[in-house]
């Protein structure tokens, strides 16, 4: 009994001691990596919902890394870096689009960029929705975004 005891403490050591790294993530879907056409849609509390005119973003992959262009409506877009897997990855963090002059505006309206989920589905076509915030002067409203892409 003493001797299966000492094995069974030897083994539990050996088992407990340095363990394993996780599996790493697999790689996002290389089908993220083109240039998408579809139509921006962007939403604030307060406003009425604004559809833009069709245009192409192009993503690039590496590993588990896409990089996209959030789409501003002066001074063309910013480049962030998602991260995920398989055919999912999002990215969060503040990133400010130039002042936008408007009417009753005069600082320009603001919009920042707090968060993005991009989505390859199994019909290829491609989904991003967002989140982000429309500033002038001290007033702020929330507003969510979304692009279908083919």
Same mark, same amino acid.
């Given at each position: 009994?003493?001797? /299966?005891?000492?094995i069974l403490v030897a083994a539990l050591t050996m088992t407990s001691c340095g363990g394993t790294d996780p599996a790493p993530a697999a790689p996002l879907d290389?089908? %993220?990596a083109r240039t998408w056409t579809g139509v921006p849609t962007v939403? #604030?509390?307060? %406003?009425? +919902?604004?559809? @833009? +005119?069709?245009?192409?973003?192009e993503f690039t992959v590496s590993g588990n890394s896409l990089t996209a262009t959030l789409l501003c409506t002066v001074?063309?877009?910013?480049?962030?870096?998602?991260?995920?897997?398989?055919?999912?990855?999002?990215?969060s963090g503040s990133?400010? #689009?130039? +002042? &936008?002059?408007?009417?009753? #505006? +005069?600082?320009?309206?603001? /919009?920042?960029?707090?968060?993005?989920? @991009?989505?390859?589905?199994? &019909?290829?076509t491609?989904?991003?929705? =967002?989140? =982000?915030?429309?500033? #002038?002067?001290?007033?702020?409203?929330g507003c969510t975004t979304g692009f279908s892409g083919t």
């Open positions: 009994m003493r001797r /299966f005891a000492a290389t089908g %993220f939403a #604030c509390t307060g %406003f009425a +919902p604004v559809t @833009y +005119p069709s245009t192409s973003v001074g063309g877009g910013i480049s962030v870096t998602a991260t995920g897997s398989g055919s999912t990855a999002t990215w990133s400010n #689009c130039p +002042p &936008d002059v408007q009417e009753g #505006c +005069p600082s320009g309206l603001v /919009f920042t960029h707090t968060s993005r989920t @991009y989505t390859l589905n199994a &019909d290829g491609l989904t991003v929705s =967002g989140t =982000g915030t429309l500033s #002038c002067g001290g007033a702020t409203t």
